[in-house]
């Protein structure tokens, strides 16, 4: 695989003052997202899958969604990108409410789902090609992006040449071709081995930092959750709620290596002991 270096040199554990602050070049005051009282009932009203969840989002944002299976994750991002409609209080993004899948909004899921008969860059342009016939910059962003992904010297591969990391960096580079500033990833490296993922996750930090894209990301592992994001949201099941949100004092990017600090460790206890308690 065509291997990133994970730099190991930069401090580890920096606490940095309150918001706003620039990422990726934009500044991150501006509220994307603001959700209140959301709540989502299946069938007959019976399985209350998200009950309340009140939070906003800034722009550039990173928010990881962490809790045991069932607690509404899935359900929240689906509710957000417009998949599904909420079935109480309010969600708007660029205030204005959600009512519909929105161009601005993409997902990414835990199997790549790549055409097996399309190359890697085929395989990227493919959301454009479905709206528009791909132009010169087209093809060029498409190669800009694969670059950005570490995946330089595999536009002509196909999906079966790439390894599961590789699949996933193409299926990344494919939802940023799309030109979306809002991205809600779900468990994207779930059913990756650890040593990949966390190699993708500093990988991932770094790309939505370039792109100044606000980001949802699901993890059922805490030290993820934390080590991604600027504000942690807790979930726990029977019904689905936002037990609390967590803050994440850590200037981005980040280095592996904050994992072993006792503030770092403080903020897993946090999050635990939310979860303990459910
Ligand atoms: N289409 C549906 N019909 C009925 N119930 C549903 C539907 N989708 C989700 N649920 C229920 O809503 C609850 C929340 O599901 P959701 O998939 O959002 O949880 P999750 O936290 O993402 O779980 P996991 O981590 O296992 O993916 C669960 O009890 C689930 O069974």
Known sequence: MNSIAIDRSSAAARPVPARPRVVGGVSAGETVIEA????????????VALEGASFEAKKGEF????????????????IISGLIPKTGGSLSVHGREVTEPRSDIGMMF???TLLEWRTAIENVLLPTE?????????????????????LKDFEFAFPRQLSGGMQQRVALARLLQTGADILLLDEPFGALDEFTRERLNVELMRVVAEVGGTTFFVTHNIQEAIFLADRVMVMTPRPGRLAKIVDVPFERPRD??????????????EVRDVLGGH
């Open 36 to 47: 209140r009282g959301v709540t989502k009932t299946f069938g007959d009203g019976s399985v």
């Open 63 to 78: 928010i990881s969604l962490v809790g045991p299976s069932g607690c509404g994750k899935s359900t929240l991002l689906r």
């Open 110 to 112: 835990q199997k790549a």
């Open 130 to 150: 479905l709206q528009r016939r791909v132009t010169a910059d087209d093809k060029r962003r498409a190669a800009e992006l694969l670059h950005m992904v570490g």
């Open 256 to 269: 592996l290596s904050i994992q072993q600090s006792p503030e770092f460790n403080a903020l897993v206890s």
